[in-house]
C-alpha cells in the first residue's frame, strides 16, 4: 500500500536552526506536492508569534516572564554557538551570501504554499497564549489527538 504525500511535522523547538529545517522540510514537501501540517508546541510557538520582539504575553507574572523570553523568529537562537546572539546573524548572513532562503522568507513561503500551521492546545494553556497571539495564518489550535488524526497515513518528523 503506497504511502500518502503527507509530512506532518512537530516543531518542538524555537531554536533557528531547528526551526528552519522545519520549515525547510515542510516547504520543499509542500513544492513537491505534499499535503504539510507544522503542529508547534512549546517553545516552537515562538515561529508562529504576531508580535515579534520581546514583549510581555501570557495570563500572569510567571506564563509573562516565558512571553518575554520567547521573542520571535527575529531573537531566535542557535541550539549551538550562539555566541551571544550573533549565530542566528552569522547564519542569516551565509544564507543570503549563498542564495539559501532565510528563516523569514521560509516562513513567508510556507504561508504562499498552503501549508496548514497549527498551535499545541495544551502548550498554550501552559504559556497563557491565545489564539490571538499567532499570526493569522494558523489555522487552528489542537490537541495531541486531533493532529495525530490529521498526520494518519503520511510522515511525521519531531524537531
Excluded at 509542500?30 to 520582539?53: H, M, P, S
Aim: glycine content about 12%; proline content about 1%; some cysteine.
Amino acid at each position: 500500500m503506497a504511502e500518502n504525500k503527507k509530512l506532518s511535522i512537530i516543531a518542538f523547538s524555537g531554536d533557528f536552526d531547528k526551526l528552519t529545517a522545519a520549515f525547510t522540510l515542510g516547504t520543499g514537501a509542500a513544492a513537491c506536492g505534499y499535503e504539510v501540517n507544522i503542529f508547534f508546541t512549546f517553545w516552537g510557538l515562538d515561529a508562529i508569534k504576531r508580535k515579534q520582539g520581546r514583549s510581555f504575553t501570557g495570563g500572569n507574572w510567571l506564563t509573562k516572564i516565558f512571553g518575554f523570553m520567547m521573542g520571535g523568529l527575529r531573537v531566535a537562537p542557535t541550539s549551538r554557538f550562539n555566541f551571544f546572539g550573533f549565530g542566528p546573524k552569522i547564519f542569516r548572513y551565509l544564507m543570503r551570501k549563498n542564495n539559501v532562503a532565510t528563516l523569514e522568507e521560509l516562513v513567508e513561503a510556507a504561508k504562499a504554499l498552503g501549508i496548514n500551521l497549527y498551535a499545541c492546545e495544551m502548550a498554550m494553556h501552559v504559556l497563557g497564549l491565545k489564539k490571538d497571539d499567532f499570526i493569522h495564518e494558523v489555522k487552528d489550535v489542537l490537541g495531541v489527538s486531533t493532529f495525530l488524526e490529521k498526520s494518519e497515513g503520511g510522515r511525521t518528523l519531531f524537531i
